[in-house]
Nanobody, 126 residues
Framework: HVQLVESGGGSVQAGGSLRLSCAAS????????VAWFRQPPGKEREGVAV????????RYADSVRGRFTLSQDDAKSTVYLQTNSLKPEDTGMYYC????????????????????WGQGTQVTVS
């Protein structure tokens, strides 16, 4: 039973930083991609970053590249999204999701390829 739990969201001023965490359980990390999606108010969900531990694979959306950084702590089964230089347009609900390597097809991540989702953590930038 795969479970993902996000944390670390909050309210910050423009230019600030947050570290989002996605604690995972119930799956073998080497066989899954983990993606971060966000959903701004009134807009569609968009994929912002993807990581896979094998091959040190990371990908970022153009809108966050250079500001957001993925990392992974295998011992804690946790994926982190360090968000720096935050902008008001980064505001939204942030979700992490896990998709099996046999299903996920590249970047940008397709939400339909990711079978497991966390409950989300809110990021508000003013």
């Amino acid at each position: 039973h795969v479970q993902l739990v996000e944390s670390g969201g909050g309210s910050v001023q423009a230019g600030g930083s947050l570290r989002l965490s996605c604690a995972a359980s119930g799956y073998t990390a080497s066989t899954y991609f983990v993606a971060w999606f966000r959903q701004p108010p009134g807009k569609e969900r968009e994929g912002v970053a993807v990581i896979h531990s094998q091959g040190h694979y990371t990908r970022y959306a153009d809108s966050v590249r250079g500001r957001f950084t993925l990392s992974q702590d295998d011992a804690k089964s946790t994926v982190y999204l360090q968000t720096n230089s935050l902008k008001p347009e980064d505001t939204g609900m942030y979700y992490c999701a896990a998709g099996h390597t046999a299903v996920v097809a590249g970047f940008p991540p397709n939400p339909g390829d990711y079978a497991y989702w966390g409950q989300g953590t809110q990021v508000t930038v003013s």
